[in-house]
C-alpha cells in the first residue's frame, strides 16, 4: 500500500470530485482513477460510489480515510520530531549536581533561563558526588556534570567556570579573636575545630590540611559534619571554630556568628559545568552557549587541582 495512493483517496474525499482531486494534486484524471482502482483491487473493495454530480466515499472508504489520517498524522509527527531534534529540540538533557550547586544563585538562575529560552528540552537534574560524576560522563550516563572534582589534565572534558569559593574562618559571636583584624593560621593551634568530613571533598580536605600544616596548624579536629548547616550551627553553639567557604556565609546570612578572613589561608576551590568535549548534542550547545551568554566564563581542564 503507497502513501500516495491514501493521499489520492483521501484528497478525492475532500474534493468529492475525480476531476477536482486531480487538480488539486496535479495528476491528470485518469492517472488518479487508476491509482484509486489498484488501491481497491488491492484491498477488494470498492472505496467510492458514484452520486449526482460527483463521488462519496462507501463504507470501506470512510475506514480507509480515518486509518490514511491518522498515518499521516503519524508520518508528519515523526519529521517532525527529527526536525526538533536536529535543532537540539524535544530531547533529554541530564545534568549532575553536587549538593552544593543548587544553593548558588548562578545555578538555578541558568536553569530558569533555560527551560525559558528552550521549553521543548526536558530537563533532568541529577543529585551526583562531584567524584562521581566524571565517571558519569564518560560512561554516558550524564550530558554534563557541575562539580568541584575536575582533574588536573582531562582532554576529554571541556569545562565552564560557574563559581569560585574562598575559605575563610567561622567563629563564635565572643570569641577571643573577634577583636583581631588580621587573623593567621599559627594563632589556630590551640582552638577546637568543626570541619567537614573528608568524603565531602577529598582533594579541597587534602588541600587544606596542606595548607594549614605549612603554616603551623594542624588544626585539632573535635566534630565532623557533612552539613554546611550543622556546621555553622555547632560553631554558633561554641563548639569550636571552623573553615567555611565565603559562598556559605552568603546564602546563610548567620547572625549568631563571626567570619574573619585569615591571611595565609589560600585555599580555593572553582565549580565548573563540564561535559565531554566530543559531545556535539545540540541541546547540551545551546546549554552551553546559554551559560556563555550569561557571563560564564571558559576554563582550561590544566588551570585547578582534583578535589
Given at each position: 500500500?503507497?502513501?500516495?495512493?491514501?493521499?489520492?483517496?483521501?484528497?478525492?474525499?475532500?474534493?468529492?470530485?475525480?476531476?477536482?482531486?486531480?487538480?488539486?494534486?496535479?495528476?491528470?484524471?485518469?492517472?488518479?482513477?487508476?491509482?484509486?482502482?489498484?488501491?481497491?483491487?488491492?484491498?477488494?473493495?470498492?472505496l467510492f460510489e458514484r452520486i449526482s454530480g460527483g463521488i462519496r466515499p462507501s463504507y470501506a472508504g470512510e475506514v480507509l480515510i480515518g486509518y490514511a489520517r491518522r498515518i499521516f498524522?503519524?508520518?508528519?509527527?515523526?519529521?517532525?520530531?527529527?526536525?526538533?531534534?536536529?535543532?537540539?529540540?524535544?530531547?533529554?538533557?541530564?545534568?549532575?549536581?553536587?549538593?552544593?550547586?543548587?544553593?548558588?544563585?548562578?545555578?538555578?538562575?541558568?536553569?530558569?533561563?533555560?527551560?525559558?529560552?528552550?521549553?521543548?528540552?526536558?530537563?533532568?537534574?541529577?543529585?551526583?558526588?562531584?567524584?562521581?560524576?566524571?565517571?558519569?560522563?564518560?560512561?554516558?550516563?550524564?550530558?554534563?556534570?557541575?562539580?568541584?572534582?575536575?582533574?588536573?589534565?582531562?582532554?576529554?572534558?571541556?569545562?565552564?567556570?560557574?563559581?569560585?569559593?574562598?575559605?575563610?574562618?567561622?567563629?563564635?559571636?565572643?570569641?577571643?579573636?573577634?577583636?583581631?583584624?588580621?587573623?593567621?593560621?599559627?594563632?589556630?593551634?590551640?582552638?577546637?575545630?568543626?570541619?567537614?568530613?573528608?568524603?565531602?571533598?577529598?582533594?579541597?580536605?587534602?588541600?587544606?590540611?596542606?595548607?594549614?600544616?605549612?603554616?603551623?596548624?594542624?588544626?585539632?579536629?573535635?566534630?565532623?559534619?557533612?552539613?554546611?548547616?550543622?556546621?555553622?550551627?555547632?560553631?554558633?553553639?561554641?563548639?569550636?571554630?571552623?573553615?567555611?567557604?565565603?559562598?556559605?556565609?552568603?546564602?546563610?546570612?548567620?547572625?549568631?556568628?563571626?567570619?574573619?578572613?585569615?591571611?595565609?589561608?589560600?585555599?580555593?576551590?572553582?565549580?565548573?559545568?563540564?561535559?565531554?568535549?566530543?559531545?556535539?548534542?545540540?541541546?547540551?550547545?545551546?546549554?552551553?552557549?546559554?551559560?556563555?551568554?550569561?557571563?560564564?566564563?571558559?576554563?582550561?581542564?590544566?588551570?585547578?587541582?582534583?578535589?
Amino acid at each position: 500500500m503507497d502513501l500516495h495512493h491514501l493521499k489520492y483517496v483521501v484528497v478525492a474525499a475532500e474534493e468529492g470530485s475525480f476531476h477536482d482531486a486531480s487538480e488539486r494534486l496535479k495528476v491528470a484524471p485518469s492517472a488518479l482513477s487508476r491509482r484509486i482502482q489498484d488501491l481497491e483491487s488491492e484491498l477488494g473493495v470498492a472505496l467510492f460510489e458514484r452520486i449526482s454530480g460527483g463521488i462519496r466515499p462507501s463504507y470501506a472508504g470512510e475506514v480507509l480515510i480515518g486509518y490514511a489520517r491518522r498515518i499521516f498524522a503519524e508520518v508528519e509527527a515523526t519529521a517532525e520530531h527529527f526536525r526538533r531534534l536536529a535543532n537540539g529540540q524535544e530531547t533529554v538533557l541530564r545534568i549532575a549536581l553536587n549538593g552544593i550547586a543548587p544553593q548558588l544563585p548562578v545555578v538555578p538562575a541558568l536553569f530558569r533561563r533555560f527551560r525559558i529560552r528552550h521549553p521543548e528540552v526536558e530537563l533532568k537534574l541529577i543529585a551526583m558526588r562531584s567524584s562521581d560524576q566524571l565517571d558519569a560522563l564518560r560512561a554516558g550516563n550524564i550530558d554534563a556534570g557541575i562539580l568541584y572534582a575536575r582533574p588536573e589534565d582531562a582532554p576529554d572534558l571541556t569545562c565552564l567556570r560557574l563559581a569560585s569559593h574562598r575559605f575563610v574562618l567561622a567563629l563564635p559571636l565572643h570569641h577571643a579573636l573577634a577583636g583581631i583584624d588580621e587573623i593567621r593560621l599559627e594563632m589556630l593551634a590551640n582552638e577546637d575545630f568543626v570541619f567537614f568530613t573528608r568524603s565531602f571533598g577529598t582533594g579541597i580536605y587534602d588541600r587544606l590540611m596542606a595548607n594549614c600544616r605549612a603554616h603551623g596548624l594542624v588544626p585539632r579536629v573535635i566534630q565532623e559534619t557533612s552539613s554546611e548547616h550543622m556546621q555553622l550551627g555547632l560553631v554558633a553553639a561554641g563548639m569550636g571554630v571552623s573553615f567555611v567557604f565565603d559562598s556559605v556565609v552568603d546564602r546563610q546570612n548567620r547572625p549568631d556568628i563571626l567570619i574573619k578572613t585569615v591571611r595565609d589561608l589560600a585555599v580555593e576551590e572553582h565549580l565548573d559545568l563540564t561535559w565531554r568535549q566530543d559531545d556535539t548534542t545540540p541541546a547540551l550547545a545551546q546549554f552551553v552557549a546559554l551559560a556563555v551568554q550569561n557571563g560564564v566564563h571558559a576554563a582550561n581542564s590544566s588551570d585547578d587541582q582534583e578535589k
